[in-house]
């Protein structure tokens, strides 16, 4: 009986440090501000990238937003941070971007989507 036991420590302590070196890959964000909104409008955050989505939240321009770096087409926001500001700008220009947020500002983020035409690099 001692040795299933063993065995069974042995194999929860295994399986917890393998669990917890696998979480090595840390997630970076990418700092973007909402830019370009028209006068008195806001940036909507959106569910899914599509205009017709559920609203998240509104941001007013000069705001600053976590994007997890991921954009439609398969741009990555961090692949692109050394270039030139206004190439990234193009880049995305035409793409929705994922932003890392709290809509409800109560300590729950979650992913959400902003249209790439009104975002800059921070």
Not at 37 to 61: E, H, M
């Amino acid at each position: 009986m001692k040795s299933y036991v063993r065995a069974a420590v042995a194999f929860a302590v295994a399986s917890t440090v393998l669990a917890l070196s696998s979480q090595s890959h840390a997630t970076a964000f990418a700092a973007w501000q909402v830019a370009g909104v028209p006068f008195g409008d806001t940036l909507n955050a959106r569910k899914y990238p599509s205009n017709t989505s559920q609203k998240q939240a509104a941001y007013p321009n000069g705001t600053v937003l976590q994007m997890t770096g991921r954009c439609t087409g398969g741009i990555d926001l961090l692949d692109v941070a050394g270039q030139p500001h206004w190439k990234q700008r193009q880049a995305i220009r035409y793409r929705w971007c994922e932003v890392w947020h709290d809509p409800a500002q109560n300590g729950h983020f979650v992913t959400g989507w902003v249209y790439g035409k009104y975002i800059a690099p921070y």
